[in-house]
């Protein structure tokens, strides 16, 4: 049973930032200045006063048994979509996982059913980021949520926190507002727009595109991939265009000095349940914007890494001084996930593997990391196919391999292979 308080949550989740919401808000707040003013004693201003208050609390109600209607026996219900016809203007459209030496038969299963994950990739971009002087621009202004899933947020949240046995925060994240380009990166005087949005509008936005919402008779009243792309051969939305929340997602490969890859498994209550990801795998929030906020150039690249270097220290149970640098790799569009923004990067640990393996996990960390775990992955052979996963030995973990880990190793593959300074500090040349 979701508690009152956290209902009344989802209901300012789906109306915070509409027309409905900033009218009610200042009419609230027009009937308090009024209900201040009786103190003069005048009967006219008192009879303002009750209108508007009585108006407010009419249209707040209202809104709230609407939005409880539209949701009521209503449920989502996974499904894959491939995103078979989806159009790119540019960039390389990334369908994983890529067939290799795994189980050839789990991989046809999952080719049956369609269940890949899609990302699209921009060289010129990836090429640009590493040395990029790019930087982020701060909007005060929050994106109205998408129109399409409003009446359906109640739904949505209360499954989730029902999922998360009761555990479900609506944090302050961050929002990219446009698209990268290779000319913005490019460009000293480059910018890219960030603004402030919350977790609650990444789950009934980004996340509700993998779920159909489905009625108590089983009939689907909403596609989440409709929030994608409409049909076969429609284009990807610009982030510019689209209404979805596209927080911004950043993950990190760590490795220690003995060049073990440090990765945590996520736990059950986890969305990605079972599933290795690099440690350094999460959302920017404020406090990675606030941690700059004695940095006048505000750089993007700095950003990026805060929030890499802040996951990482979260869920791999570091201390910050563990951590000897991070560099920013690659950049893609989750297209599973709403084609929201993600960023990978290397970080290089100071201290050997079992320094870092088995560590306890954080308290506050439990409800999505189970364990963290340390893997051999042959480097040469990663920066010979920074596509495929052969330079992963095992095969246990190789089909644990999560998008944004495989995202990684791929970016980081095609590094080593133009970048001889990085690859020096992690492949010993042979004479």
Not at 99 to 116: H, M, N, S, Y
Not at 262 to 284: D, E, F, K, Y
């Amino acid at each position: 049973m979701v508690p009152l308080r956290q209902r009344v949550d989802f209901y300012l989740a789906a109306v915070s930032g509409s027309r409905l919401w900033y009218f009610n808000f200042m009419l609230t707040l027009v009937s308090i200045v009024f209900g201040l003013a009786t103190i003069s004693g005048r009967s006219g201003v008192k009879i303002s006063a009750v209108v508007l208050s009585s108006a407010s609390f009419v249209i707040w109600v209202a809104d709230w048994i609407r939005h409880r209607a539209a949701s009521r026996n209503l449920s989502p219900r996974e499904v894959h979509p491939a995103f078979n016809g989806l159009r790119v203007e540019s960039g390389t459209v990334i369908r994983f996982p890529r067939v290799g030496p795994v189980r050839e038969k789990w991989l046809a299963e999952l080719a049956r059913e369609k269940r890949f994950d899609v990302a699209v990739s921009w060289d010129e971009i990836d090429s640009e980021l590493p040395g990029t002087k790019a930087r982020f621009r701060w909007s005060r202004r929050r994106k109205e949520i998408s129109v399409k899933v409003r009446p359906f947020v109640n739904a949505v949240l209360a499954n989730v926190y029902e999922h998360n046995r009761g555990s479900l925060f609506n944090g302050k994240v961050v929002r990219q507002d446009e698209d990268l380009s290779a000319d913005v990166l490019r460009s000293e005087k480059g910018t890219v727009n960030l603004s402030r949005t919350r977790y609650f509008s990444m789950v009934v936005t980004n996340y509700l595109v993998e779920r159909d919402l489905v009625d108590g008779k089983g009939r689907v009243v909403f596609r989440g991939s409709s929030l994608v792309t409409g049909a076969p051969g429609d284009p990807l939305e610009t982030l510019k265009e689209s209404s979805l929340a596209n927080v911004i997602g950043a993950s990190t490969l760590a490795f220690a000095e003995d060049n073990l890859a440090v990765l945590v498994r996520q736990s059950s209550n986890s969305l990605s349940s079972g599933l290795l990801w690099a440690p350094g795998s999460g959302s920017m929030d404020l406090r990675d914007v606030r941690s700059l906020r004695f940095v006048r150039s505000q750089p993007l690249a700095a950003i990026i890494r805060a929030t890499m270097e802040r996951e990482l220290t979260e869920e791999a149970s570091l201390q910050p001084d563990e951590i000897m640098w991070t560099e920013i790799n690659g950049y893609f569009r989750w297209v599973n996930k709403g084609g929201k923004p993600e960023y990978v990067g290397v970080t290089r640990l100071q201290g050997n593997a079992n320094d870092f393996k088995g560590r306890r996990v954080r308290l506050t960390e439990r409800g999505y990391v189970d364990s963290v775990e340390t893997v051999t992955i042959d480097l040469e052979r990663l920066m010979a196919e920074p596509s495929s996963l052969r330079c992963i030995e095992s095969e246990e973990v190789r089909v644990a391999v999560s998008m944004p880990l495989f995202m990684c190793l791929r970016a980081f593959g095609r590094r080593l292979q133009s970048d001889e300074r990085l690859r020096r500090q992690f492949i010993p040349s042979r004479r």
